[in-house]
């Protein structure tokens, strides 16, 4: 996809998404065999549940259908939210993503798994698991110290320090 049309496609989408109470992460047009798909990204501070999906893939649809923006020839839209595993790229990604693990590719090399805590406009405090037994140790991560950060799955992680899920309290 030329920036150009990058470009054309969020000035043209990005009003629409925010209008939805969304924010607009990431445009991409691939090409599958002889179609086109246009995946649109979006997220928010509470997240998109599937309604606010379909709310805003109808919107932008509806504004496609009217303009020429994605050019003559068929073409698929796939909306969707930027999945569990999503890469942290702005300020309010970091904030998104605290009480989760991240792995953080670190500017002068090396990486750190750890946990946010606190998100500022310099940086994330962040928790360093124990290994072997040993506490939690906090440190704090500052932007440029950060080359690139991912959020962690977890599949055995506790809901709250005690070890007991809501329902069995």
Same mark, same amino acid.
């Given at each position: 996809m030329s920036t150009t049309q990058s470009e !054309?496609? !969020?000035?043209?989408? %990005?009003?629409l998404v925010t209008s939805q109470g969304l924010d607009l992460e990431e445009i991409a047009v691939d090409s599958v065999g002889r179609k086109r798909v246009l995946r649109v990204v979006v997220d928010s501070d509470t997240g998109a549940d599937l309604d606010r999906i379909a709310d805003v893939s109808r919107v932008l649809s509806a504004k496609l259908d009217e303009t020429d923006a994605m050019g =003559? @020839?068929?073409?698929?839209?796939?909306?969707?939210?930027?999945?569990? %595993? &999503?890469l942290l790229t702005e300020h309010r990604h970091y904030v998104r993503a605290t009480g989760r693990l991240v792995k953080f590719q670190l500017a002068q090399g090396g990486e750190l798994v750890? &946990?946010?805590?606190? #998100?500022?406009? %310099? @940086?994330?405090? #962040?928790?360093?698991p124990g290994v072997r037994g040993r506490r939690p140790t906090a440190r704090r991560l500052a932007f440029g110290d #950060?080359? &690139?950060?991912?959020? $962690?799955?977890?599949?055995? &992680?506790?809901?709250? =320090?005690?070890? $007991?899920?809501?329902? =069995?309290?």
């Open positions: !054309r496609l !969020r000035e043209l989408l %990005e009003p =003559e @020839g068929e073409y698929t839209l796939e909306v969707g939210t930027p999945g569990a %595993e &999503r750890a &946990r946010i805590l606190t #998100v500022d406009d %310099e @940086g994330v405090d #962040v928790e360093v #950060v080359a &690139r950060a991912r959020v $962690q799955v977890e599949f055995n &992680r506790k809901d709250d =320090e005690s070890g $007991q899920k809501e329902e =069995e309290a």
